[in-house]
């Protein structure tokens, strides 16, 4: 899920930076810092959309640098359990389903695949089929899962996944 956030940051700022472009720059070092990274409490932060405020600068002593603490506005991805995504596939093997949701990684493992697709590997690229082959998952194809669970480090959030619920699999 998406969500739009009171953040806080702090940027550490070299003095050679000091002079009439100093705002625009803790602003750029701000976005090159913040933005596509991910906090293990908020989740993935997307975009910044608004700086609220940068305070006064503080100097670190013996060293010169100064540090801008800042409140910023941002769009995070937070994904729950439960949620239904769509995911694009980007490895099949016979394990299961490797899928990327935005900048999540997500398995789905070949007992949350319904039972009638079977893993298949001939002359063309590995994949799970249906038995009449009316649906095919190969990579590339976008799916619609349902999060099972997920996991979440200080910098990644990784996902479970299933297809065994109603309107799961491909899309289209």
């Known amino acids: 899920m998406f969500y739009h956030l009171s953040l806080d940051h702090e940027i550490l700022l070299h003095p050679r930076y000091f002079g009439p472009k100093l705002l625009s720059t803790v602003k750029a070092k701000l976005f ?3 933005e596509g990274t991910c906090s293990g409490k908020y989740g993935f932060i997307i975009a910044v959309t608004t700086i609220d405020s940068i305070g006064a600068g503080y100097i670190q002593p013996g060293r010169g640098f100064v540090l801008y603490p800042i409140q910023y506005k941002a769009i995070v991805f937070r994904p729950f359990k439960g949620e239904v995504l769509e995911a694009v596939v980007k490895q099949v093997t016979k394990l299961g389903i490797f899928t990327e949701i935005g900048p999540m990684g997500c398995f789905i493992s070949k ?4 039972t009638e697709m ?5 002359d063309k690229k590995p994949r ?3 038995k009449d082959e009316t649906q ?3 990579c590339g194809n976008t799916i619609r899962v349902k ?3 997920t996991r979440t480090d200080a910098n990644d959030i990784f996902a479970i996944g299933t297809l065994l ?3 799961l699999g491909l899309t289209g």
């Open 147 to 149: 999060l099972v669970g």
């Open 136 to 138: 095919i998952i190969e």
């Open 111 to 114: 007992h949350a695949i319904p």
């Open 165 to 167: 619920d109603d309107y």
């Open 32 to 34: 090159s810092e913040v």
């Open 118 to 122: 079977e893993f298949c590997v001939d």
């Open 128 to 130: 799970f089929k249906s």
